[in-house]
């Protein structure tokens, strides 16, 4: 091992074929390093001493400095630009274990699907920082006459260990006492008489909080009531809760506390309370609820797995899904297995974390991309701990660690935040939780009352008992990195009634053409105001669903007609009020550009604005004219950009303070409001005119699941769609809660077209700030794609203008490719391609596209 120039030692090494998972003694292995400014995959030599695993962490040297690396991959042959003379050696191995070997494969698995480099996928798996937040220290574990056999540098680091009572020091100090530390230390590992070990930094130091523990039991007589009723509270909770939930629940003062620990029945510690939202139980036990037929026939079959399988529970809104995967998580548990549960938005997760922590308590952890990086940080440490667990979190928790995995969950697996669109990879949530869930041999439930057309496809062409489905299949084949399928590895469980024999409410179509030919101007229809009126008579509580896409509110003047547009993007500016009194802002939803509304116009100094659009602040206003007695929420994401906000915002609701939710797309994810009687949609036309070939399911799924919203409880609900198209088939579908009608008549579309889930489609995203550069780019690909697409079976759409243009002052255009699944198509060398784009011209590979915006 030598030190030299970085750039000739180590290389970014992608791609080299052949390589290997799982256990080497020697040989070559790619390491990701982790220092300030590079985090990238380098070449070292693994010296025959070690037993190497995938996923060990390790100590590489680096241009000088020895850093921490986890060993990512073995290769059997460089890259022709390096020679063997040049790669280092490993250094040392300083935990092992941590990562399975598996969780390597499937992230190689995720880079070659969506074409994008492993390093990019290790970036999106990874917390920022694990490694340099871990510090390497070492340890003497010899006696110190051992010193005799070995050369001066060793024996000076070795005396400076024994010198400490601990014999431990880190590296860097070490480092610093004695000149050319490294070759002693080299030594003294190679003779087993030091040992290194990772040790989390300084920036990462536990936070600790006082917790209230249980030390004695007994009714004894030298307690008074009040501080026998605490020790009771702390009983109910095993014995042990943080000092200031103790202090909540028993309306009780740390005084009292000192004097019951005075008394020796209670200890009042430091405990490590690690930044994760996990929380010692102040959540009331709840029981398992006793299961219908159907929850108890699709439990009994997720019992009964044993292996990876692909399980569809497709129960209709309101059918107990929740209780179904809670009884399953329980049995999982009990095997020693930890649980993922995937949900689409962090909006969803305060009721349903609130469910699961109710029944497994402290064991759920919540994990999502907007915790901190020291929650983050923590979350991970404590998956490692191997503790049986369950982690709920949104799309990006699929990558969590978890060593001993029995069961994935995708609740509401139809939700197009399951598709991560940019940064790369640009991966589908769903299909890389199946990957993962073959790799591990566990089940994955696929949860959703309008389940998407894959899945739906994929279940019923593979079940061993199909559901009906009404069109004739046709073979659909495995994508390219899924094994074929196993006989019954997919069940199709159905739930297809609501608990308690519940009826699905009647969803009544509004045809607003006929409202204006009646003379009523107003956004609302007759009937949606009788209801409202009903609604507030019966003192009940109801839901008004907006469809906003970005763009649909806008600001002109009234005397010259001027827009406000972002100015650096090909949109109007949207209106928000964030409040009654606050300043009324602009903002642009592609790039985020805000201003304050102008005073005046800025073209002819008129003062005088027109209001375009529907957004919830309009509607609220109009409600208030209209119902001024009618209490309204907004539940959309000006009113939820802080954080706790959903929570807050859904309390009041539940506690009635007002009457009527008004909100966007977050409402109509899996809240269940038993006390919600009347759900509205003031229009579906946005729905049905999204410009893409999902538009059709889109509408289905939204319409469908907004609906489900009510009637949950003892009461009965309905449902009032407004519409200038009331003749759409989709609407038929969803006014008799039909997804079998929705299917039949949407999948021959799909299959004529070669659209998803028969045909497969890559979307390539050009963009650049010189927009003569990117249009003479796509230009140039374009005419390439298309030379070869008929000798590589592929069809291309496009070049095409994206349908905002320019955003952040960036000029974007697409080309699309069609393909289908049989193995006859021969895709073009994206390489190629990307050596096509100059350096002012960024090209993305979206494979599995959803967003075409
Ligand atoms: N076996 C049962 N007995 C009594 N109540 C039940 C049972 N199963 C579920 N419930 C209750 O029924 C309600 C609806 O259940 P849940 O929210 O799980 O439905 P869901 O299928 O997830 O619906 P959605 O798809 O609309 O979100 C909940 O309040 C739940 O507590
Ligand atoms: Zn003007
Ligand atoms: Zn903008």
């Not at 809104?317 to 949900?343: D, F, H, N, P, W």
């Not at 199946?434 to 949860?447: H, T, V």
């Not at 009826?503 to 229809?525: A, G, H």
């Not at 005397?559 to 650096?568: L, M, R, S, T």
Request: net charge neutral; glycine share 6%; proline share 7%.
């Amino acid at each position: 091992m030598y030190d030299s120039d970085l750039s000739l030692v180590s290389s970014v090494s992608e791609p080299i074929t052949g390589y290997a998972l799982g256990t080497k003694a020697s040989g070559l292995v790619e390491v990701l390093v982790d220092c300030p400014g590079i985090q990238a995959l380098y070449t070292y030599n693994v010296p025959e001493q070690f037993q190497l695993q995938i996923g060990d962490i390790l100590s590489v040297p680096l241009g000088g400095q020895v850093v921490g690396g986890i060993a990512i991959r073995f290769v059997d042959r460089l890259p022709d630009s390096l020679a063997i003379s040049k790669i280092k050696d490993i250094e040392d191995v300083v935990a092992s274990g941590l990562f399975k070997p598996n969780y390597w494969q499937w992230l190689t698995q995720i880079a070659d699907y969506y074409y994008t480099p492993l390093i990019q996928v290790i970036k999106v798996a990874l917390p920022p920082g694990l490694l340099a937040r871990s510090h390497r220290r070492i340890r003497a574990i010899a006696d110190v006459n051992a010193e005799i056999f070995v050369g001066d540098i060793a024996k000076k680091i070795l005396k400076l260990l024994h010198g400490k009572s601990e014999k431990n020091y880190s590296w860097q100090y070490i480092q610093q006492q004695i000149p050319g530390a490294r070759r002693g230390l080299r030594e003294l590992l190679d003779r087993q008489l030091v040992e290194s070990y990772l040790e989390s930094g300084q920036t990462q130091q536990p936070k600790l909080q006082k917790a209230v523990i249980l030390t004695a039991d007994g009714a004894a007589e030298d307690l008074t009531d009040r501080q026998r009723e605490i020790i009771e509270i702390l009983k109910q909770h095993d014995g042990e809760l943080w000092q200031s939930e103790l202090l909540k629940l028993g309306g009780t003062t740390s005084a009292t506390l000192n004097k019951i620990a005075e008394k020796g029945y209670i200890a009042i510690v430091n405990k490590e309370k690690l930044r994760s939202e996990r929380e010692l139980g102040i959540f009331q036990q709840e029981p398992a609820k006793l299961l219908t037929s159907d929850q108890a026939l699709a439990l009994a079959t997720i019992d009964s797995l044993t292996g990876f399988a692909r399980v569809l529970l497709h129960g209709v809104t309101g059918s107990g899904k929740t209780e179904v995967y809670l009884q399953a998580i329980e049995r999982i548990l009990a095997r020693e297995q930890s649980v993922l549960v995937l949900v689409p938005e962090i909006g969803l997760t305060p009721q349903l974390t609130d469910r699961f922590r109710s029944r497994f308590g402290d064991r759920v952890c919540v994990y999502h991309s907007a915790l901190s990086d020291g929650e983050r940080y923590d979350t991970w440490r404590q998956m490692f701990d191997r503790t049986p667990q369950i982690i709920i979190g949104t799309r990006s928790a699929i990558f969590a660690p978890l060593p001993n995995l029995g069961l994935i969950i995708l609740d509401e697996e139809h939700d197009s935040s399951f598709k991560q669109d940019q940064p790369a990879p640009t991966y589908q949530t769903r299909d890389i939780a199946n990957w993962r869930a073959q790799l591990e041999s566990c089940p994955l439930i696929l949860g959703s009352a309008t389940p998407s057309l894959e899945t739906w496809v994929t279940i019923t062409q593979n079940s061993p008992s199909p559901p009906l489905s009404l069109s004739p299949p046709l073979p659909l084949p495995p994508s390219p990195n899924s094994q074929p399928p196993t006989p019954n590895s997919h069940h199709y469980l159905p739930l297809p009634t609501r608990v308690h024999s519940r009826p699905l409410p009647p969803v009544q179509i509004v045809d607003m053409r006929q409202e204006l030919k009646n003379n009523n101007r107003s956004i609302f229809s007759r009937p949606l105001v009788q209801a409202l009126q009903q609604m507030q008579a019966n003192k009940q509580q109801g839901i008004l669903f907006i469809h906003r896409r970005g763009h649909s509110t806008f600001v002109s003047c009234r005397a010259c007609g001027y827009v406000c547009e972002c100015p650096n993007c090909d949109v109007s500016l949207a209106y928000h009020q964030p409040g009654t009194s606050a300043q009324a802002l602009l903002r642009c939803h592609y790039c985020n550009h805000c201003q304050p509304q102008p005073p005046r116009c800025p073209e002819c100094d008129s003062p005088y604005f027109k209001y375009f659009g529907s957004g919830t602040q309009k509607i609220v206003e109009e409600l208030n004219q209209q119902f001024p007695k009618l209490k309204c929420l907004r539940f959309d994401s000006d009113t939820t950009s802080t954080k706790g906000s959903h929570r807050r915002i859904l309390t009041a609701f539940v506690q009635g303070e007002a009457d009527l939710l008004v909100g966007t797309q977050m409402l109509t994810k899996g809240l269940d409001l038993p006390q919600v009687t009347l759900v509205g949609v003031v229009a579906a036309d946005g729905l049905l005119h999204l410009s893409d070939y999902r538009a059709a399911e889109r509408t289905f799924q939204t319409l469908t699941q907004v609906a489900g919203r009510c009637g949950r409880g003892d009461e009965a609900g309905r449902v009032i769609i407004q519409t200038y198209n009331p003749e759409h088939p989709v609407l038929a579908a969803v006014t008799k809660h039909d997804y079998q009608a929705f299917i039949a008549a949407e999948l021959p579309e799909r299959r004529m077209l070669d659209y998803p889930p028969y045909g497969k489609l890559i979307l390539l995203r050009f963009s650049s700030l010189d927009a003569d550069a990117v249009e003479r780019t796509v230009t140039e690909i374009g005419t390439i794609l298309i030379e070869a697409s008929i000798a590589g079976h592929y069809e291309v759409l496009g070049p095409a203008p994206a349908t905002v243009m320019r955003v952040n002052n960036r000029y974007r255009w697409q080309i699309m490719l069609k393909y289908l699944p049989d193995g006859s198509a021969s895709l073009p060398d994206w390489e190629v391609l990307r050596s096509k784009c100059s350096n002012v011209v960024k090209m993305t590979i979206d494979v599995d596209p959803q967003n075409f915006l």
